[in-house]
Structure formats: structure tokens, C-alpha cells
């Protein structure tokens, strides 16, 4: 057999185990999320769920709610620099757009997400 061949059906075969690995699995790129900030913002935007009195007061002065927030948590920025451990929690500091300003907000997450999976939004500063 020579080379042309080879060639021939290793690409037939690359194509066939292609479509039928893409027929059994689906289309999975609608939930990838495989680089750090692209996972922090995917589960804060599922698992933000309350506000801290003093971050529902800066809500009202704005005038947002909690869904607009988390709505806005797809064009936002993390910073990983503001970002820090407090014991088993984690305030992730982000950078977003509410409302047409710009916002700095704290969120407050466990670390351990099945010990509780639900992100409180603790701080929501003007920029």
C-alpha cells in the first residue's frame, strides 16, 4: 500500500470518527467554560443569588437590581489582582457595566461550592 492510500483512509477515518464523536457527545461548546475567568463568571452568573443590606442600599442609589447585575457578569472583567481569601470564602473582584456605568463589584463565594453553592454580592462601588 502506498502513501497516497494511507493518507486516504487515515482521512476518511479521521472524518467518520469525527461525525459519529460529534453525533454521540453533541454540540458541547455552548457551556465551555476552560479558562479561570470564563469558569468564575459562568458560576457566578448561575450562582448569584443575594445581596449583602449594604450592597442592596449601593443597589438603590444606582437604581439596579440583581438581575441586571448578573446579567452584565458576561462582559465583565475579573480581576485577579482585587481578588482575594478570606478563610473558606473567596471575593472575587469585578469589573462591569451596569446601567451604562461602569461598576467595580465584590462577590462573596465559598470556595468549597458544594458546601454551599449560592454567591452573594457584597459590594457594588461606582467607577
Known amino acids: 500500500m502506498d502513501l497516497k492510500r494511507r493518507l486516504q ?3 476518511i477515518g479521521l472524518i467518520l470518527g469525527g461525525l459519529m464523536a460529534w453525533g454521540f457527545f453533541g454540540n458541547r461548546l455552548s457551556n465551555t467554560a476552560w479558562m479561570p475567568e470564563d469558569r468564575i463568571k ?9 445581596a449583602h443590606p449594604t ?13 441586571a447585575v448578573r446579567a ?11 481578588t482575594r481569601r478570606s478563610g473558606d470564602s473567596l ?31 457584597w459590594e457594588l462601588k461606582g467607577r
Open 9 to 11: 483512509l487515515y482521512l
Open 42 to 50: 459562568l458560576r457566578l452568573k448561575s450562582t448569584l443569588l443575594k
Open 55 to 67: 450592597a442592596e442600599a449601593q443597589m438603590a442609589q444606582w437604581p439596579t437590581d440583581l438581575n
Open 72 to 82: 452584565s457578569i458576561d462582559s465583565a472583567e475579573v480581576l485577579f489582582n482585587d
Open 91 to 121: 471575593y472575587y473582584s469585578i469589573q462591569a457595566s451596569i446601567a451604562g456605568r461602569k461598576a467595580l463589584l465584590t462577590v462573596l463565594a465559598l470556595r468549597d461550592y458544594r458546601a454551599d453553592s449560592t454567591a452573594t454580592l
